[in-house]
């Protein structure tokens, strides 16, 4: 069988491209642009396996996606602009990778006969949960430009099912954490500041909540979706490791050997979204449980990290 993974250069798509050849036997695309956040350094260890085959294009040209497309079982659509901040700052970007991208995948996954597509989404499209849990059939209240075109482009796959008939589900994700994760998020930023002996720069009064898993996990919930679910449907893949802000700091601190002199507390993000958190009941029926204990988790991030400074030195942090 063959995968094609859109954004493959980057964080979680190319940890699910690992997760692909050492769970199967099948063979990899990786179609990239490689933007800031996916660089060939990433992926030059899959190739060498002999069983990835990179492609470098950009989701918005349709036939450049329909090209490399062809001949291909799955899509597993990762490929989008991600971070909150620069949304902020430059929403119109977000708009064209994350909507009429998304459209352009899906429209040639239908027009090349592929099996079976995934879209990658987001646990923010649902907004600030102030209390419980968000389950697949709450209604979005996108609050930034990011999660904003991430609910559309969630909508904008669901529609090729509803209208073309595209085996698509798509899957919605908390906070992920692991290696090869950009430094602009906030665990490796964290880690490789308190590396260069920076401190770790903390929104508003670090009380906002946020979901915690890592990036095996999550790859696993995704592939669990391939295969096991249903066409149309929409799945949550979440830990249960809710957590502060300020507790996060408080543990890379301590398995840092820092202490809380080098926090910064800095003025907050606009419209910061004051808690997620998901139910992950739907998927758990599926057969699926995240299986690494954050804690751990956490201080093999931290090692990854410091040992491979050479990986993310490089970036334009």
Known sequence: MKHFITGGAGFIGSNYAWHVIENTDDEVTIFDALTYAGNLSTIEPLIATKRVRFVRGDITNESSVTSAMQGHDFVVHFAAESH?????????????????????????????????????????????????????????????????????????????HTTY???????????????????????????????????????????????????????????H???????????????????????????????MGAGGSMVEYVTDRQGHDKRYALDCTKLKKLGWEPQIDFDNGLQATIAWYMSNEKWWRGLNR
């Open 165 to 223: 008939g595209l085996n698509v589900s798509v899957t919605r994700c908390t906070n992920n954490y692991g290696p090869y994760q950009y430094p602009e998020k906030a665990i490796p930023l964290f880690i490789t500041n308190l590396i260069d002996g920076k401190k770790i720069p903390l929104y508003g009064n670090g009380l906002n909540v946020r979901d915690w898993i890592h990036v095996y996990d999550h790859c696993a919930g995704i592939f």
């Open 225 to 255: 979706v391939l295969n096991h679910g249903k066409s149309g449907e929409v799945y949550n893949i979440g830990s249960g490791n809710t957590l502060t802000n300020l507790s996060l700091v408080g543990m890379i601190l301590v398995h």
């Open 84 to 160: 909150v901040d620069r949304s902020i700052k430059d929403p119109h970007i977000f708009v064209k990778t994350n909507c009429t991208g998304t459209s352009v995948v899906m429209n040639s996954a239908l027009n090349v006969g592929v099996g079976r597509v995934i879209h990658v989404g987001t646990d923010e499209v649902y907004g600030s949960v102030e209390v419980g849990f968000s389950r697949e059939t709450d209604p979005l209240d996108p609050r930034s430009p990011y999660s904003s075109t991430k609910a559309g482009s969630d909508l904008i796959a669901l529609a090729h």
